[in-house]
C-alpha cells in the first residue's frame, strides 16, 4: 500500500512539473532592429511575446548611433533579427562580437526575400548606373514582407518548439492579409502610376516596382548626408524640366531648402514615411503601406 502511494506520488510530482515546464518555458527574447520589420515580426509572435524595438523612434537606421543601454539589450537577446549591413551598418560590429550569445537572423541573406541593386547617383538615368550592393529596403515590397513573417516564424520555431504551431498560425495569417494589402494597394495606386515624382532618398524601390510608380529620382545620394546647393540647384532644373509634380520629404527631413528647390517649379511638397510606427504588429505594416500610397495619390492625383 505505501508502495503503492509513493510510486503514485512520484508519478503525480513527475507529471506536475512536466506541466508547470510546458505551461512557464519562456518564450526567447526577441531583439529588432528597426520598425517595420519589428511590426512583422510582432504579427508571428501575437500572443505569445513582444519582440523588443533595437532603433529609437524617428532615427534613421543608415547613420545610427547605440547606446549602451541598446548594446545591453542586443546581449540579452536569444533572438537578433536586422535587415543587413547595408542598412544597419552600425551593428556590423556589434553583431560580431555576440557570437554564440545570440542566434543573428539576417533578412537580405535569406533566399526566399527578392533582393534589388542599389541604384547610385540619386536614381536619376537608374537604367544605365549599375551598382554591386544590395537595397536594403526590402519591406516595402508586400511579397517580401510575407516571406519574412514565413522565415521568422521557422527560426522562432525552431528557437520555441512549444510555441511553434503558433507561429506558423500567426504567420499564415497574416501572409494572408498581405496579400490583400497589395491587391487593395494595387487598385489604389493604378489612376496615378505614370505621374512623374522624386523622393528624399532611394528607398522606395521595391514598392515603386510592386506598383509600377514613376519615380524620376532621390534628393539625396547618400541618405546619411543632406543635398548640397549645387545638387539643389541641379534639382530644381529637372523638376522643371520633367514637370515633377511632387518632391516627398521625409519625417527626419524637413530642410528649409526644399522650399527654395520648387519655388517657381509648380511642384508641390509632400511626406512619405519609408519606417512607420514602432508599435503595433501586422496593423502597423499596413499602416505603413497604406500611409505611402495615400500620401502619393493625394500629391499626384491631378
Ligand atoms: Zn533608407
Known sequence: MTRYFTILLISMGLLATGASNSASAKPPTVVVSVAPVRALVAAVMQGIAEPTLLLRPGASPHDYRMRPSEARMLENAAL??????????????????????????????????????????????????????????????????????????????????????????????AVLEVGALEAEIGDLLAPVRDMPYIVFHDAYQYFEKTFRLNAKGALAVDPGRPPGARRLRELKQRIAAEQIGCVFREPDFKPATLAAVIEGTGAQIAELDPMGQVSGNLQAYASLIRNLARNLKSCLAP
Do not use: C
Request: charged share 20%; net charge negative.
Open 80 to 173: 537578433v533579427i536586422w535587415v543587413g549591413p547595408e542598412l544597419e551598418g552600425f551593428l556590423v560590429k556589434p553583431i560580431t562580437v555576440l557570437g554564440a550569445s545570440a542566434q543573428v537572423l539576417t533578412l537580405l541573406d535569406d533566399p526566399s526575400i527578392t533582393v534589388l541593386s542599389g541604384r547610385s547617383g540619386g536614381i536619376w538615368g537608374a537604367g544605365e548606373t549599375h551598382s554591386e550592393s544590395r537595397d536594403p529596403h526590402i519591406w516595402l515590397r508586400p511579397a517580401n514582407a510575407a516571406r519574412i513573417l514565413e522565415t521568422v516564424a521557422a527560426t522562432l520555431g525552431k528557437l520555441d518548439p512549444e510555441n511553434r504551431p503558433r507561429y506558423h498560425m500567426n504567420a499564415a495569417r
